[in-house]
């Protein structure tokens, strides 16, 4: 199955100092909009307009269709004035990238209206799986455990990824692969470090 089935590039992208190597995490989005490969195109090309000042790493429809709208060594402007904690000592440095999480996160923006109605298909749920696991193995720094969602980063701003997102599940095809079957007691199976961000997507 093609991973990424079409490339939409943005303007809207600033440098990452060291590269893919400064890719410390991954930051969950959903778009408002209708799952369709044809709301995703849409998306990827409202994100090709200079004007638009946004964009993101990749664009996921609800049938898997991913768009690649930024390349891995440039920083999407997805996340704004965000911060996180990467290191998880309980403090934003940021001398570590705590405070330019756009600098440091690949952004994938997942087709749905977020109204918490609209789910979310398997087929979208791995190939986010996958794509993530496609940026690990091209970014050097990128940690499982910091794979969180906007809500996350921008608190109190918006409810982004929406409760009925199956974060599990999405942990469990990226340890185990998009063919392997979660079991239907999927949460308490993951690592604990993998069931805290479960927590973090979900509160």
């Known amino acids: 199955m093609t991973l990424i089935n079409q490339r939409i590039w943005?303007?809207?992208?600033?440098?990452?100092?060291h590269g893919k190597a400064d890719v410390k995490g991954v930051i969950l989005h959903h778009t408002a909009t209708r799952g369709s490969r044809a709301a995703a195109i849409a998306v990827a090309r409202y994100f090709a307009q200079r004007s638009s000042r946004v964009s993101a790493t990749f664009v996921?429809?609800?049938?898997?269709?991913?768009?690649?709208?930024?390349?891995?060594?440039r920083a999407a402007w997805h996340a704004g004035p965000a911060r996180y904690d990467?290191?998880?000592?309980?403090?934003?440095?940021?001398?570590?990238?705590?405070?330019?999480i756009n600098t440091t996160s690949i952004g994938?923006?997942?087709?749905?209206?977020?109204?918490?109605?609209?789910?979310?298909p398997d087929a979208q749920v791995k190939k986010v799986a996958r794509l993530i696991r496609y940026a690990d193995g091209r970014c050097p720094n990128l940690r499982f455990k910091d794979i969180t969602?906007?809500?996350?980063?921008?608190?109190?701003?918006k409810i982004d990824m929406q409760p009925n997102w199956p974060a599990a599940k999405m942990f469990w095809w990226l340890l185990h692969g998009a063919n392997s079957k979660p079991p239907n007691n999927v949460y308490a199976r993951l690592p604990r470090w993998a069931r805290k961000q479960v927590d973090e997507i979900k509160r």
């Not at 996921?60 to 060594?73: H, K, L, N, R, T």
């Not at 994938?108 to 979310?120: A, L, P």
């Open 10 to 17: 943005s303007p809207n992208w600033s440098t990452r100092p």
């Open 108 to 120: 994938i923006e997942i087709c749905n209206r977020g109204d918490g109605k609209d789910d979310f």
């Open 86 to 100: 990467w290191d998880h000592d309980g403090k934003i440095e940021p001398w570590n990238g705590e405070t330019s």
């Open 60 to 73: 996921v429809a609800d049938d898997g269709y991913a768009i690649q709208c930024v390349p891995f060594y």
């Open 149 to 157: 969602d906007h809500e996350a980063v921008l608190p109190g701003q």
